[in-house]
């Protein structure tokens, strides 16, 4: 829900996506972790998606694309 006259959300303010905000987050935690846990938590992180360019409203050949943590 948006407000109407409110401040931007703080991690918009700060330059970054609301995914990046997440992606930091996520990797704080998974930090504070103690053993095994955080072993466990982070073999989770690689991330697997598929994208695809879009022209003239019909999709192109989608690519696979595999990414972990910046941090």
């Known amino acids: 829900m948006a407000s109407a006259g409110g401040a931007a959300?703080?991690?918009r303010a700060a330059g970054m996506t609301?995914?990046?905000y997440t992606n930091i987050c996520a990797?704080?935690?998974r930090n504070?972790?103690?053993e095994p846990f955080?072993?466990?938590a982070m073999?989770?992180?690689?991330?697997?998606?598929?994208l695809s360019k879009w022209v003239d409203g019909k999709p192109e050949k989608p690519?696979?694309?595999s990414e972990g943590s910046e941090h």
């Not at 073999?43 to 598929?50: L, Q, T, Y």
């Open 32 to 34: 504070c972790l103690k």
């Open 38 to 40: 955080k072993a466990e």
């Open 18 to 20: 609301y995914i990046t």
């Open 43 to 50: 073999s989770r992180e690689k991330v697997h998606f598929s």
């Open 9 to 11: 959300p703080f991690w």
């Open 63 to 65: 690519t696979i694309r």
């Open 27 to 29: 990797n704080l935690v």
